[in-house]
């Protein structure tokens, strides 16, 4: 979800080096929907049934974004991709639709061109950051810092935790990679990795199968730092 009055100090701020067509989507606002868009040597941290998140150098806030693949897509995590398809706003989702063209629309493709050995380490970002808001974010594999703690069991395999930082900030969690089954309220979390997306009206973390590491509760969970999470994904 991209607002559209986006302010022209953050674009000159964030200096050349943030450059690239992912944060021009995301953060820049040099599209407009139904732009279509080349992204070239992006690299795939995330794949879903009907599509995959893409992140592009350098690898920061704004640099993630969702593509729409269709199903049996086949593109898994540590690919090189270079992509192109449409910009679309798909329920307020930001994404590049590139599996789902009709008639006088260009041939979209993407194209699998290498393949790396170590993923980019997410973005870090505490709880109350991303309560504040969440869009910057959209897009991004990210880890959220706090310990947390389940506060609420949800329909259609979601659920609310709360900072343990500020004892306020609540996110919302689903189970695509997840086992919301396992999920019971009242348990700890030492930190929470996974891809930040929006739907239903809501920010939420697509949390991965061993992004959430369960702590005691009675245990003060230590804030996660950047190195730290770097040494995961050596």
Request: charged share 20%.
């Amino acid at each position: 979800m991209r607002k559209y009055a986006i302010a022209l100090a953050l674009v000159l701020c964030a200096g050349a080096a943030q450059a690239g067509p992912i944060w021009d989507l995301q953060i820049g606002g040099l599209y407009i929907e139904g732009d279509w868009i080349t992204v070239e040597g992006a690299i795939v941290m995330a794949a879903a049934t009907y599509g995959v998140v893409i992140v592009e150098e350098p690898f920061g806030v704004g640099n993630g974004v969702w593509v729409y693949l269709g199903s049996d897509h086949g593109v898994e995590p540590y690919s090189v991709v270079d992509i192109y398809g449409v910009y679309e706003e798909y329920y307020d989702l930001t994404e590049i639709n590139v599996g789902n063209h009709t008639g006088d629309d260009p041939p979209s493709y993407c194209n699998v061109v290498g393949y790396v050995t170590e993923l980019p380490a997410p973005v870090v970002v505490d709880a109350a950051t991303l309560v504040a808001d969440g869009e910057p974010y959209e897009g991004n594999i990210v880890t959220i810092s706090d310990g947390l703690e389940i506060t609420e069991i949800l329909d259609y395999g979601e659920w609310k935790a709360v900072s343990h930082e500020d004892g306020v900030s609540l996110i919302y969690f689903d189970d695509f990679w997840y086992d919301a089954t396992t999920v019971e309220v009242g348990q700890c979390y030492d930190h929470a990795t996974g891809y930040w997306t929006y739907s239903f009206e809501a920010y939420k973390l697509e949390v991965y199968a061993d992004g959430f590491p369960l702590v005691d509760c009675t245990v003060n969970s230590e804030t996660i730092t950047f190195g730290g999470i770097k040494a995961l994904y050596r």
